[in-house]
C-alpha cells in the first residue's frame, strides 16, 4: 500500500470524516497501490472537513469539463515513496449507471455510510448486501448502451469474480430488506436472475433484461431520455476526436505550469523530461517540446531551408555551423540572420507554450534561454559590437529574447565536465558530440542565470533515482 494511502485513511479516520470506498473493494488493495483511482463516497456534511484533509496531504483537484459530472470530483496527491500519483474519484452524490452519464442518482447515500464494515486496510466499505445491488444495476444499465456493452463484456471475467466477491457472505435478509426498502420492484429472486444474466447471458438476453431493470429502476433516472441520448451522443464524439485528435486529459484547478529542464549536455535533460511526461500525462494534458530546435514559422521557413543549405557547405567549426563563441566580434550578416531568424522562432514556440500553459495545460520544456549573451539557447548578438544594418538586427534579436515568458519553473541540470564526458561516451548516440566540443560547452556555458518564478539547481552526478524523485517532489509543491 502507497504511504500516502495509509495516511489517507489514518488522517480521514482521525477527523471523523463519515466515507467510504463505495464499490470495486475485491480490488480495493490495488488501488491503494495505485493500480486504479479509489472511489469514495463522502457525506456531504463532512465535504469542507473532507476536502480539507486531502488538502493538507497535498491532493489537487483537476478536471475535464467535457467529461465533468455533477458532485463527482478528481483529485490527486503525490506518493513520495514510489513516486507515484494517487487518484481520488470523490462522489458526494452517489450517481452511476451507463460510464460516459452516469444516468442514475441513488439518493440513499447515508443508509449506505451507516452500513458500513472495515476492509483490511481500515477504509471503511459498504455491507455486501448493499454493494452488490449497486454492483449488479451498474453493470446491467451499462448493457443499455451498445458502445458501453462492449467495453463490459471485454471485462466479463472480471466481472464475475466480483460477482463471486460480493456473493460470499451476503446475508440474504439484510438483502431482502434493501431491495424492500429501495427498489420495491426487485425482488430477492429477480436479482438473482439479473446475477446469472450477468454471468452466463447472451448478447440478446442481457439486452432484454438490462431494458426490464431499467423500467425497476426508473425512478432513479434523472435525465430524460432526450437529454440522456444527446449526452451520451456527444460523449461519444468527444471522445473519439479526443481519443484520435485532442489528446486532452484532466487539468489541474490551480492552473498550467511551463516547467523547464536546462543544463549542458549529458546533464540528463532528455532522460528526465521524458520520464516528466510520462509521469504528469498519465493523468494530466502535458506537452513536451524542445526549445532549443524550434520549428520554423510560416515566415522563417525559406529563410531556414536557404540558410540549411549554406551551412552543410562551410566547414563544422565554422562560425554558421559551430555553437561554440568565437572571438571573432564582427559576424557576418548571414550569421546574424541566422541568429535573428533563430530568436524569432523561439520567440513563437515560448509564446506558444505560455499560452497553453495559461490554457490549463503542463508544458515541459526540453533547455530555455538564459541571461547570458553568446552561450546556447540564449541571446547571440553583442549589438555594440555591430554598426549600421547589423546594430539593428542584434537589437531586435536581443529584444526578442527579452520578450519571452518567465517560466513556472526550471530545473537547471548540473554534472562535472569529467563525468559528462564519460556519460557522452557510453550513450548511443548517430552523431554524438567530440570529447573537446563538450569540454568547450561545458567551460563556456556554466553557471548560467535564468530567470524564473521558482529556479533549482540539480547536481545529477548521484544515483537517478534520488534526481527525478527531488525533482518531482518540487513539481509537485509548485503547481
Same mark, same amino acid.
Not at 213 to 235: E, M, R, S, W
Not at 405 to 421: E, K
Given at each position: 500500500?502507497?504511504?500516502?494511502?495509509?495516511?489517507?485513511?489514518?488522517?480521514?479516520?482521525?477527523?471523523?470524516?463519515?466515507?467510504?470506498?463505495?464499490?470495486?473493494?475485491?480490488?480495493?488493495?490495488?488501488?491503494?497501490?495505485?493500480?486504479?483511482?479509489?472511489?469514495?463516497?463522502?457525506?456531504?456534511?463532512?465535504?469542507?472537513?473532507?476536502?480539507?484533509?486531502?488538502?493538507?496531504?497535498?491532493?489537487?483537484?483537476?478536471? /475535464?469539463?467535457?467529461?465533468?459530472?455533477?458532485?463527482?470530483?478528481?483529485?490527486?496527491?503525490?506518493?513520495?515513496?514510489?513516486?507515484?500519483?494517487?487518484?481520488?474519484?470523490?462522489?458526494?452524490?452517489?450517481?452511476?449507471?451507463?460510464?460516459?452519464?452516469?444516468?442514475?442518482?441513488?439518493?440513499?447515500?447515508?443508509?449506505?455510510?451507516?452500513?458500513?464494515?472495515?476492509?483490511?486496510?481500515?477504509?471503511?466499505?459498504?455491507?455486501?448486501?448493499?454493494?452488490?445491488?449497486?454492483?449488479?444495476?451498474?453493470?446491467?444499465?451499462?448493457?443499455?448502451?451498445?458502445?458501453?456493452?462492449?467495453?463490459?463484456?471485454?471485462?466479463?471475467?472480471?466481472?464475475?469474480?466480483?460477482?463471486?466477491?460480493?456473493?460470499?457472505?451476503?446475508?440474504?435478509?439484510?438483502?431482502?430488506?434493501?431491495?424492500?426498502?429501495?427498489?420495491?420492484?426487485?425482488?430477492?429472486?429477480?436479482?438473482?436472475?439479473?446475477?446469472?444474466?450477468?454471468?452466463?447471458?447472451?448478447?440478446?438476453?442481457?439486452?432484454?433484461?438490462?431494458?426490464?431493470?431499467?423500467?425497476?429502476?426508473?425512478?432513479?433516472?434523472?435525465?430524460?431520455?432526450?437529454?440522456?441520448?444527446?449526452?451520451?451522443? /456527444?460523449?461519444?464524439?468527444?471522445?473519439?476526436?479526443?481519443?484520435?485528435?485532442?489528446?486532452?486529459?484532466?487539468?489541474?484547478?490551480?492552473?498550467?505550469?511551463?516547467?523547464?529542464?536546462?543544463?549542458?549536455?549529458?546533464?540528463?535533460?532528455?532522460?528526465?523530461?521524458?520520464?516528466?511526461?510520462?509521469?504528469?500525462?498519465?493523468?494530466?494534458?502535458?506537452?513536451?517540446?524542445?526549445?532549443?530546435?524550434?520549428?520554423?514559422?510560416?515566415?522563417?521557413?525559406?529563410?531556414?531551408?536557404?540558410?540549411?543549405?549554406?551551412?552543410?557547405?562551410?566547414?563544422?567549426?565554422?562560425?554558421?555551423?559551430?555553437?561554440?563563441?568565437?572571438?571573432?566580434?564582427?559576424?557576418?550578416?548571414?550569421?546574424?540572420?541566422? !541568429?535573428?531568424?533563430?530568436?524569432?522562432?523561439?520567440?513563437?514556440?515560448?509564446?506558444?507554450?505560455?499560452?497553453?500553459?495559461?490554457?490549463?495545460?503542463?508544458?515541459?520544456?526540453?533547455?530555455?534561454?538564459?541571461?547570458?549573451?553568446?552561450?546556447?539557447?540564449?541571446?547571440?548578438?553583442?549589438?555594440?559590437?555591430?554598426?549600421?544594418?547589423?546594430?539593428?538586427?542584434?537589437?531586435?534579436?536581443?529584444?526578442?529574447?527579452?520578450?519571452?515568458?518567465?517560466?513556472?519553473?526550471?530545473?537547471?541540470?548540473?554534472?562535472?565536465?569529467?563525468?559528462?564526458? !564519460?556519460?557522452?561516451?557510453?550513450?548511443?548516440?548517430?552523431?554524438?558530440?567530440?570529447?573537446?566540443?563538450?569540454?568547450?560547452?561545458?567551460?563556456?556555458?556554466?553557471?548560467?542565470?535564468?530567470?524564473?518564478?521558482?529556479?533549482?539547481?540539480?547536481?545529477?552526478?548521484?544515483?537517478?533515482?534520488?534526481?527525478?524523485?527531488?525533482?518531482?517532489?518540487?513539481?509537485?509543491?509548485?503547481?
Amino acid at each position: 500500500m502507497y504511504k500516502l494511502s495509509k495516511k489517507l485513511i489514518s488522517d480521514l479516520n482521525k477527523n471523523k470524516v463519515v466515507y467510504c470506498h463505495w464499490k470495486s473493494n475485491l480490488l480495493l488493495d490495488e488501488a491503494l497501490n495505485g493500480h486504479d483511482d479509489l472511489d469514495l463516497l463522502v457525506k456531504k456534511r463532512d465535504l469542507l472537513t473532507f476536502e480539507s484533509t486531502i488538502n493538507n496531504l497535498g491532493f489537487k483537484r483537476a478536471s /475535464n469539463k467535457n467529461l465533468e459530472i455533477q458532485s463527482v470530483h478528481h483529485f490527486y496527491g503525490f506518493d513520495k515513496n514510489s513516486g507515484e500519483i494517487l487518484h481520488l474519484h470523490v462522489y458526494y452524490e452517489i450517481k452511476t449507471g451507463p460510464s460516459w452519464t452516469k444516468s442514475l442518482r441513488f439518493d440513499f447515500e447515508d443508509f449506505v455510510l451507516e452500513n458500513l464494515i472495515e476492509h483490511e486496510s481500515r477504509m471503511p466499505i459498504p455491507e455486501k448486501h448493499v454493494e452488490i445491488v449497486v454492483f449488479c444495476i451498474r453493470i446491467m444499465m451499462k448493457y443499455t448502451k451498445i458502445n458501453e456493452f462492449i467495453l463490459v463484456d471485454r471485462e466479463s471475467e472480471r466481472t464475475v469474480k466480483e460477482i463471486d466477491y460480493l456473493l460470499n457472505g451476503v446475508d440474504n435478509n439484510k438483502l431482502s430488506m434493501f431491495l424492500l426498502e429501495y427498489f420495491p420492484e426487485i425482488t430477492l429472486t429477480s436479482l438473482y436472475k439479473y446475477i446469472s444474466v450477468i454471468r452466463d447471458g447472451g448478447m440478446f438476453t442481457k439486452l432484454a433484461y438490462a431494458r426490464k431493470l431499467k423500467n425497476n429502476v426508473n425512478k432513479y433516472i434523472y435525465q430524460g431520455p432526450t437529454a440522456n441520448f444527446l449526452n451520451n451522443t /456527444n460523449q461519444l464524439i468527444y471522445r473519439v476526436a479526443n481519443k484520435l485528435f485532442f489528446k486532452q486529459k484532466k487539468k489541474l484547478f490551480s492552473g498550467g505550469s511551463v516547467i523547464v529542464v536546462a543544463g549542458l549536455d549529458a546533464t540528463g535533460k532528455t532522460t528526465v523530461t521524458a520520464e516528466l511526461r510520462k509521469w504528469l500525462g498519465k493523468n494530466f494534458s502535458t506537452s513536451l517540446v524542445h526549445f532549443g530546435k524550434p520549428k520554423s514559422t510560416f515566415f522563417t521557413f525559406g529563410i531556414n531551408f536557404l540558410i540549411k543549405i549554406l551551412r552543410k557547405k562551410t566547414l563544422i567549426d565554422s562560425e554558421l555551423r559551430s555553437s561554440i563563441k568565437t572571438n571573432k566580434k564582427q559576424k557576418s550578416m548571414v550569421f546574424i540572420l541566422r !541568429q535573428l531568424v533563430l530568436a524569432f522562432d523561439r520567440y513563437v514556440l515560448a509564446k506558444n507554450i505560455w499560452k497553453k500553459s495559461s490554457q490549463g495545460n503542463i508544458m515541459l520544456c526540453d533547455r530555455y534561454k538564459s541571461e547570458d549573451f553568446g552561450v546556447m539557447d540564449s541571446k547571440r548578438l553583442i549589438s555594440d559590437d555591430h554598426f549600421g544594418v547589423k546594430k539593428t538586427l542584434s537589437l531586435k534579436e536581443n529584444k526578442l529574447y527579452n520578450f519571452m515568458p518567465v517560466p513556472d519553473i526550471i530545473f537547471y541540470l548540473t554534472v562535472p565536465v569529467d563525468v559528462a564526458v !564519460q556519460r557522452n561516451e557510453d550513450r548511443h548516440k548517430k552523431g554524438k558530440e567530440s570529447e573537446e566540443f563538450l569540454r568547450k560547452r561545458h567551460l563556456e556555458n556554466q553557471n548560467l542565470n535564468y530567470k524564473s518564478k521558482n529556479l533549482y539547481r540539480i547536481d545529477t552526478n548521484r544515483e537517478y533515482k534520488e534526481v527525478i524523485s527531488e525533482i518531482k517532489i518540487l513539481i509537485w509543491e509548485n503547481i
